[in-house]
T-cell receptor
Framework: AQSVTQLGSHVSVSEGALVLLRCNYS??????LFWYVQYPNQGLQLLLK??????LVKGINGFEAEFKKSETSFHLTKPSAHMRDAAEYFC?????????????FGTGTRLTIIP | DGGITQSPKYLFRKEGQNVTLSCEQN?????MYWYRQDPGQGLRLIYY???????QKGDIAEGYSVSREKKESFPLTVTSAQKNPTAFYLC???????????FGEGSRLTVL
């Protein structure tokens, strides 16, 4: 079964600093991997996804993530944090046994931006 | 604009009452999902449906029921058998084989 571990339930960075949110996954076959963002009292919005093409994936709002098979990681980064980046971020892995239509989510990382 | 509409956004219920949360999508997606979100626990899958008139239990289906009579609609009923129903409920849909979920704005259920 697929699983996702997000290290750090809360991360704080200064405005303009590097953002690094960690995600490690477990999967018996090559999965699809996703990062979603959630603003308070709203649904989730897709930031980016990895589907076995390029290992470095660029998403919306200046975020990117690198798939590292040897480390089973898919960490999310942004070179310079902005106040509007404050939100909760979820990493997710798909289940190829269900046609990649069934996602397992991590427990989330709440990102706080310090002015 | 295409999207997913959940209603109501906020709902209060007395213990022992059933309540139904609505989810409608106009994205022409085949698969639809219900997730429950609790602080610090991420999203947990309640039920999902890949085609009309068919649905499968997710990881935490006990105390919930669903139906899928139309492609556009996937309502969730929280029954009185659900021991701890206070939570934020999210509906999602996806096109076949893309794996990318589109989410509604969520429904927050509070049991008084």
């Amino acid at each position: 079964a697929q699983s996702v571990t997000q290290l750090g339930s809360h991360v704080s960075v200064s405005e303009g600093a590097l953002v690094l949110l960690r995600c490690n996954y477990s999967s018996s076959v090559p999965p699809y991997l996703f990062w979603y963002v959630q603003y308070p009292n709203q649904g989730l919005q897709l930031l980016l996804k990895y589907t076995s093409a390029a290992t470095l994936v660029k998403g919306i709002n200046g975020f990117e993530a690198e798939f590292k098979k040897s480390e089973t990681s898919f960490h999310l980064t942004k070179p310079s944090a902005h106040m509007r980046d404050a939100a909760e971020y979820f990493c997710a892995v798909s289940d190829p046994n269900f046609g990649n239509e069934k996602l397992t989510f991590g427990t989330g990382t709440r990102l706080t931006i310090i002015p | 604009d295409g999207g997913i509409t959940q209603s109501p956004k906020y709902l209060f219920r007395k213990e022992g009452q059933n309540v139904t949360l609505s989810c409608e999508q106009n994205l022409n997606h085949d698969a639809m999902y219900w997730y429950r979100q609790d602080p610090g626990q991420g999203l947990r899958l309640i039920y999902y449906s890949q085609i009309v008139n068919d649905f499968q239990k997710g990881d935490i289906a006990e105390g919930y029921s669903v139906s899928r009579e139309k492609k556009e609609s996937f309502p969730l009923t929280v029954t009185s058998a659900q021991k701890n129903p206070t939570a934020f409920y999210l509906c999602a849909s996806t096109a076949f084989l893309t794996g990318e979920l589109f989410f509604g704005e969520g429904s927050r259920l509070t049991v008084l």
